[in-house]
């Protein structure tokens, strides 16, 4: 026990002597102003860093706009192109059908006429003949009309598809605005697909007899009346589609500067009702 207060004693001098070794040392104050120098030079070299952070970080952003901007560019070109190839090929494959229908057409009213020679009434040969002409050429203006709505919409659907890639570069989420460019752009391919089909067609009166000649040729307008009807309602629905595309689009915020509005659509692209 003695052993071990001992020790303990010896250990207390040791400490205290220690201590009082170190606080006999002097301490050498620092100076204020020093102190404000050091300050000083800290935040400076703060401020530089983050001057330098921010140069980085705005030359990437930079670097990463411009390689969006040039991929957009890009993608608007491919989609430029894409756009006016299916058009020509539309146009071209309807000139084709319209060259093949001319002759059919031709051909078609020389059985006509000798359908007519059981017809007495030479005003009224006459008649059917030249309703046979205004029928099919009935036919082929307001499948120009048609065409020409789809061509204006289909404008317009580019636009749009302009301005979502612009948002989509902007940060925003334009994935139902795809799915709804995606629906119009269906819609104007099954039109134009329906306008092929019409192309084709030649109205011509099956001749009975003298007693049913109005009958006869009034079935032809019918018809052609119905199939236009039918053209007319699938052009109706791209017109749909394409609005629909333009109002989700203006649903994306910061977009309110839409070069193409809803009611420009409508104003720009009405289908007349069918004639007879």
């Excluded at 070299?45 to 330098?52: C, G, L, N, S």
């Excluded at 065409?147 to 302009?162: F, H, M, P, Q, Y």
């Excluded at 009034?218 to 017109?239: A, F, M």
């Amino acid at each position: 026990m003695k052993k071990i207060i001992l020790s303990f004693i010896v250990s207390l001098t040791m400490i205290f002597g220690s201590l009082s070794s170190v606080m006999a040392q002097p301490v050498n104050p620092i100076a204020p102003g020093k102190v404000r120098d050091e300050i000083k030079n800290i935040r400076q070299d703060a401020r530089q860093q983050i001057q330098e952070t921010k140069q980085n970080v705005r030359g990437e952003i930079k670097q990463n706009r411009d390689a969006m901007q040039q991929n957009l560019e890009s993608k608007r070109a491919e989609a430029k192109n894409l756009m006016e190839n299916k058009r020509e090929d539309f146009k071209n494959k309807i000139e084709t059908k319209r060259e093949e229908v001319k002759s059919k057409i031709e051909a078609k009213k020389g059985e006509l006429k000798d359908h007519l020679v059981k017809i007495k009434d030479e005003r009224k040969k006459q008649i059917v003949e030249k309703i046979y002409d205004q029928v099919n050429e009935l036919n082929k203006r307001r499948l120009d009309h048609f065409s020409a709505v789809l061509e204006k919409l289909e404008k317009i659907l580019d636009r749009i598809s302009g301005r979502a890639d612009k948002a989509e570069v902007n940060g925003h989420d334009i994935s139902a605005v795809k799915t709804a460019i995606t629906e119009a752009t269906n819609a104007i391919a099954a039109s134009r697909t329906a306008i092929q089909n019409q192309t084709g067609k030649i109205y011509a009166p099956t001749i009975s007899s003298e007693s049913a000649l109005k009958a006869d040729v009034g079935e032809i307008r019918k018809t052609l009346h119905s199939d236009l009807t039918v053209i007319q309602e699938t052009v109706k629905t791209s017109q749909e589609a394409v609005k629909k595309a333009a109002t989700t689009l203006a649903q994306i915020p910061k977009v309110d500067e839409l070069e193409v509005a809803t009611s420009t659509i409508s104003e720009t692209t009405t289908t007349q009702p069918v004639q007879q």
